[in-house]
């Protein structure tokens, strides 16, 4: 079964299926009748649909119930610009396309505040909204009776460029569309854009810890799903010449999820399958009809349970997420030799100069001060221990450096500025890189691919220039790629690059996470108990990732109890109890001090001041 | 001056019905983080099914009595194969999707064998002829009725949860599900009580409405969800007195925004406001903010 997997997984992959695929479909109206092709442009409609939905909740993780309201308002927005408006076919459809764009993106300006379940709701409430001013906005929509009229080869009234179009030229139209759009999706999935959109869907703030901006990715997710569902919404008008307010119900929205999900989310493949099979199925089959409601709630029911990864995980491997061309230059080594790219240039050895200052810095939750007025300085070069018991402080220390608290009083200096407030992927931005107690990675990934996800801000390619594969895409893919096999062979995953990450064991995830950040060329970074569940093996690859940055006179803070682990590297140890600062010096001092052994031991003494 | 008293009583009793489907919300969102998309489905199975089950020949309040139990029932089945087999899939796109499945399995079962006529449904409190003239001001008997039982069953859910055995143990479920079942509560146990506790509550909420619109078709109920999710969310997820609080208020607009403006954004402006409270303040008037634990 695997084998077979495989072998369609390769299959798919190559271009000249594809190229088959289209060829078919161009020939295939000249051998049947106007029904035949009607239905085959209902295909591709869905096959759009299917993946607008695909690219936000499937890729970028945001639920989306309300897809029906964008397919309607490029819909409605191409009609009225060529009926009213009175522009040409092609500028209707570009505009309502720009136009659909713009309002996914303003939508994600309120829904980028809410996840989960919230979001659910905001967008069923988004889709019952625009379905209620189609309906109640008679003026411009026509409301309940609808537009009719709308230039379209039903009514052999669509002209493009003094061209009569009719309904084979615009299926053949549609194909190419909907070909391109696919193309143009597979490449971007395949770039360090679509990785990052995957990274939010793992988990915003550990996309945040190497730089990538949630709220920026959430806007270009939808701006650009709704952009494709706009497109299919044009397409449609011009399909069928007529629009009515029921086209765009709560139902319609819920249709499009379930061909994703049949299909398989996060895949390309998946959705063209779940779209043909639900354009077909209603169609051919009248008892279908009758319970294609009963249908739809069963399969919402089980297919999370059952198949998560849809029809297009029974038949093909997961899906991959870097370009073939690249992998497969890099691993026979043809990839461009290039100097390691520094994007932060090293500072100079020790100066003297701390690269991160603490100054009295507080944080509390309501009554509690996590943080009481704690201090340090993290030199370059250096790696300093941040231990203390269970609640101390140590965790919400790196919790507010790295932004995702802010703090009640105090300052965090970076390079002499004072960085306290910025958020936690402007601080990552900035050098500061921190890991979790818990690794945060993406399950779906492989490890090679977690990797180089941390690599994010060293991309430079436009979105643009991703989604059409440009030379200096792949090239620069190929560099970084190269950069990330180093980074793996360091923390000794180099025999699991290939791996799924959520099939390997915890130490391994652990040293992924390790090596992402790595990846991200921190001048600081900030390891959260690194050490905890690692074998001996493992721990000696930890210890060689924490003295490759202190060779590159980077500064590490490292929060850990393993002390043995501690004792071998580091140079300053800092202990904090109850969100103060209780021991500052080296290891040996420590172990003698009589407040450390206090608060480790908990002897009943007076209250430390 | 009598017809802005008139649409603010009549928004009075239609919050009072939202705030009815936000407590049924908010009871399980308390013991699993998890709200019912098919609740919807729920309130409309109740309402029909008491229809049938009258038309069957065994009496009318022996009907919605039957249609409640029946909404129940289904609540608690939704918990067994649409939450607790989805549980172990992290996030809540699992759950949203599989019970908005349930609500759709039930609106198309529904749709295929009762028909998707519309179905009148019986006055049972009063008829919608009754008036009642308070300071000059003609009342709907029925909207005052509704009002009450609204008014109750909130009270009485309020005191459920503070002096009962019962209530305290849902409140520890809601606190930390892992502890309550150390201390020895049957978690198991509240949870499916909630979510029949949950249905109960929907099958009495649909049938209200029911009672004001006068008909029940297979699709009746999934803008209703919505204006209870709205209701839900003004107040707080979870908060009791914030469901009130949120379904009066959503009441109350709505039907200012119908008299005042247009009866054609009475519907928009509770879309129109879920999204804002969402944006504005998530935790809603009475809740509190949850902290994002790292």
């Given at each position: 079964m695997n084998a077979l997997r495989q072998v369609v997984s390769?299959?798919?992959?190559?271009?000249?299926?594809?190229?088959?695929?289209?060829?078919?479909?161009?020939?295939?109206?000249?051998?049947?009748?106007?029904?035949?092709?009607?239905?085959?442009?209902?295909?591709?409609?869905n096959v759009l649909l299917a993946q607008s939905i695909n690219l936000l909740t499937g890729v970028a993780g945001q639920i989306s119930l309300g897809h029906a309201g964008f397919f309607a308002i490029g819909a409605y927005a191409s009609a009225l610009l060529t009926k009213s408006a009175g522009l040409p076919m092609p500028a209707g459809v570009l505009l309502a396309t720009a136009i659909t764009a713009l309002a996914g993106w303003l939508l994600a300006i309120p829904a980028g505040r809410v996840k989960e379940f919230y979001l659910a709701m905001m967008t069923t409430g988004f889709g019952l909204l625009c379905y209620e001013v189609l309906k109640e906005w008679a003026d411009v929509t026509g409301g309940v009776m609808g537009l009719s009229g709308v230039a379209s080869p039903t009514l052999r009234n669509l002209v493009v460029l003094g061209w009569k179009i009719n309904a084979v030229?615009?299926?053949?139209?549609?194909?190419?569309?909907?070909?391109?759009?696919?193309?143009?999706?597979?490449?971007?999935?395949?770039?360090?854009?679509?990785?990052?959109?995957?990274?939010?869907?793992?988990?915003?703030?550990?996309?945040?810890?190497i730089g990538i901006s949630p709220g920026q990715a959430k806007r270009r997710a939808y701006a650009i799903s709704t952009a494709i569902a706009g497109l299919a919404g044009a397409f449609y008008a011009h399909l069928v010449g007529y629009l009515g307010p029921d086209s765009f119900t709560i139902m319609r929205s819920v249709e499009v999820l379930v061909m994703a999900i049949v299909g398989g989310m996060g895949t390309i493949v998946g959705p063209i399958l779940g779209a043909i099979l639900f354009t077909y199925l209603p169609e051919k089959l009248q008892a279908f009809a009758a319970y294609?409601?009963?249908?739809?709630?069963?399969?919402?029911?089980?297919?999370?349970?059952?198949?998560?990864?849809?029809m297009a995980g029974a038949i093909a491997e997961p899906a991959r997420f870097i370009p073939a061309q690249a992998l497969k230059a890099v691993a026979m080594n043809t990839a461009p030799a290039s100097p390691r790219i520094d994007a932060h240039p090293a500072p100079l050895a020790d100066t003297g100069q701390p690269l991160l200052e603490v100054r009295d810095l507080s944080k509390r939750f309501g009554g509690l001060a996590a943080l009481d007025g704690v201090s340090l300085a993290l030199r370059p070069g250096r790696i300093t221990a941040l231990i203390g018991p269970n609640g101390s402080g140590k965790s919400t220390l790196v919790n507010v450096v790295s932004g995702i608290y802010t703090p009640s009083a105090g300052q965090v200096l970076f390079r002499g500025q004072d960085i306290s407030g910025q958020t936690h992927h402007?601080?990552?931005?900035?050098?500061?890189?921190?890991?979790?107690?818990?690794?945060?990675?993406?399950p779906s990934f492989t490890v090679r691919e977690n990797v180089l996800l941390g690599a994010h801000l060293q991309f430079r390619s436009s979105m643009l220039a991703s989604a059409l594969r440009l030379p200096s895409v792949l090239r620069e893919e190929k560099t970084l790629l190269t950069l990330a096999e180093e980074a793996m062979a360091v923390a000794g995953l180099t025999g699991v690059a290939d791996q799924l990450l959520d099939a390997l064991p915890y130490g391994y995830r652990r040293l992924t996470e390790v090596a992402r950040a790595l990846m991200a060329d921190p001048l600081v970074l900030m390891l959260d108990e690194p050490a905890a569940g690692l074998s001996e093996a493992e721990l000696g690859c930890l210890a060689n990732v924490i003295r490759h940055l202190k060779a590159r006179h980077k500064s590490v803070l490292l929060i850990e109890h393993h002390m043995d682990f501690v004792n071998d590297i580091v140079d300053d140890v800092v202990v904090l109890d109850s969100g103060r600062e209780i021991y500052r010096g080296d290891m040996q001092g420590m172990r003698r001090n009589p407040a450390v052994i206090e608060a480790y031991l908990g002897l009943q003494q007076a209250h430390h001041a | 001056m009598g017809f802005a008293a008139g649409l603010i009583l009549g928004g009075i009793s239609v919050g009072s019905v939202y705030a009815l489907i936000a407590l049924g919300l908010n009871l399980t969102f308390l013991t699993t983080r998890t709200l019912n998309f098919g609740q919807g489905s729920l309130m409309m199975l109740g309402a029909v099914a008491a229809v049938l089950f009258a038309g069957l020949g065994m009496g009318l309040y022996a009907g919605l009595l039957a249609g409640v139990v029946l909404?129940?029932?289904?609540?608690?089945?939704?918990?067994?194969?649409?939450?607790?087999?989805?549980?172990?899939?992290?996030?809540?796109?699992?759950?949203?999707?599989?019970?908005?499945?349930?609500?759709?399995?039930?609106?198309?079962?529904?749709?295929?064998?009762?028909?998707?006529?519309?179905?009148?449904?019986?006055?049972?409190?009063?008829?919608p002829r009754d008036h009642i003239s308070v300071a000059g001001v003609r009342l709907s008997a029925q909207y005052l009725v509704i009002?009450?039982?609204?008014?109750?069953?909130?009270?009485?859910?309020?005191?459920?949860?503070?002096?009962?055995?019962?209530?305290?143990?849902?409140?520890?479920?809601?606190?930390?599900?892992?502890?309550?079942?150390v201390m020895g509560i049957p978690v198991r146990k509240v949870v499916t009580l909630s979510f029949i506790g949950s249905g109960v509550l929907a099958g009495i909420a649909g049938m209200l409405v029911a009672q004001i619109t006068g008909t029940v078709d297979s699709a009746f109920g999934f803008n209703l969800l919505i204006f209870g999710f709205v209701a839900a969310v003004l107040g707080g997820i979870g908060n009791t007195w914030g469901a009130l609080l949120g379904g009066v208020f959503l009441g109350v607009a709505?039907?200012?925004?119908?008299?005042?403006?247009?009866?054609?954004?009475?519907?928009?402006?509770?879309?129109?406001?879920?999204?804002?409270?969402?944006?504005?303040?998530?935790?809603?008037?009475?809740?509190e903010k949850e902290i994002v634990k790292v």
């Open positions: 390769r299959l798919l992959g190559h271009p000249a299926l594809a190229l088959a695929v289209l060829l078919v479909l161009w020939f295939w109206p000249g051998f049947t009748d106007r029904g035949t092709v009607q239905l085959l442009s209902f295909v591709m409609l030229d615009y299926f053949h139209l549609l194909l190419l569309v909907t070909a391109l759009v696919l193309w143009l999706m597979r490449n971007f999935v395949q770039s360090h854009h679509g990785r990052a959109f995957f990274a939010i869907q793992a988990s915003e703030i550990a996309a945040g810890s294609q409601f009963m249908v739809y709630g069963l399969i919402l029911m089980v297919m999370f349970l059952l198949f998560r990864r849809g402007e601080i990552a931005a900035a050098g500061i890189v921190r890991t979790f107690q818990d690794p945060r990675l993406v | 909404a129940g029932l289904v609540a608690g089945l939704t918990e067994a194969i649409a939450i607790r087999p989805i549980a172990r899939i992290g996030g809540s796109m699992g759950w949203v999707v599989t019970t908005l499945g349930v609500g759709i399995f039930l609106q198309g079962f529904v749709a295929k064998y009762f028909g998707s006529q519309a179905l009148a449904f019986p006055s049972f409190l009063f008829s009002f009450a039982i609204a008014l109750a069953l909130v009270i009485a859910f309020e005191l459920f949860l503070k002096r009962t055995a019962w209530g305290r143990a849902l409140q520890a479920v809601a606190m930390d599900p892992d502890l309550a079942s709505e039907k200012l925004v119908g008299g005042y403006i247009s009866t054609a954004a009475e519907q928009g402006i509770a879309f129109a406001l879920l999204m804002i409270a969402l944006a504005v303040r998530p935790e809603g008037l009475l809740g």
